[in-house]
């Protein structure tokens, strides 16, 4: 079985490379998709394609409905949704997919570190787990195609 997979959340740190690593280290059978992590692209994607924007506003309105079209793709085709807050920044859009994703029935896997615990208390509520490494997720994809708990 070949499991699709949504990496969203903080483009920060490496831990989406980390996943990929741990799971072909694993042999496990998982196709990955996720945003743009590219920043400045992600920001300006709609003014660069479909025309400059004097007000701020409207360029970021822009560059986010044409980044809606790649996340909302890529969380209706996923099995499962793994969504990732970070230390540095409030990432409202990590919140907002993983709201999407528990409204469409999707396996949520939340990944934050301990001191984000009270502030996400709700989002954790809606995932089927919670972890704090990237190694925790590939672990739980390892159970979940194989049935095998590797440490």
């Known amino acids: 079985m070949t499991l699709s997979v949504y990496l ?7 831990w989406r490379d980390e996943i990929l690593a741990g799971c072909k280290a694993a042999g496990l059978d998982v196709v990955f998709s996720g ?24 360029h970021d309105a822009k560059g986010a409905r044409l980044n809606a079209i790649r996340t ?18 409030r990432q409202w859009n990590a919140a907002f997919d993983a709201g999407q994703a528990a409204a ?4 949520l896997i939340v ?12 989002v954790d509520a809606a995932a ?11 672990q739980i994809l390892d159970y979940v195609l194989n ?5």
Do not use: N
């Open 111 to 122: 990944m934050h570190g301990a001191d984000h615990q009270h502030a996400l208390k709700e």
């Open 35 to 58: 945003p743009v992590t590219d920043h400045a692209a992600s920001d300006d994607c709609g003014v660069a394609i479909m025309g400059a924007e004097p007000d701020k506003f409207w």
């Open 128 to 138: 089927l787990a919670v972890v704090e490494t990237s190694a925790q997720v590939v």
């Open 72 to 89: 909302r793709h890529g969380i209706e085709t996923a099995d499962i949704v793994v969504v990732r807050f970070g230390e540095k920044y």
């Open 8 to 14: 969203s959340g903080e483009i920060h740190t490496d």
């Open 147 to 151: 049935g095998r708990l590797s440490g």
């Open 104 to 107: 469409l029935g999707k396996s």
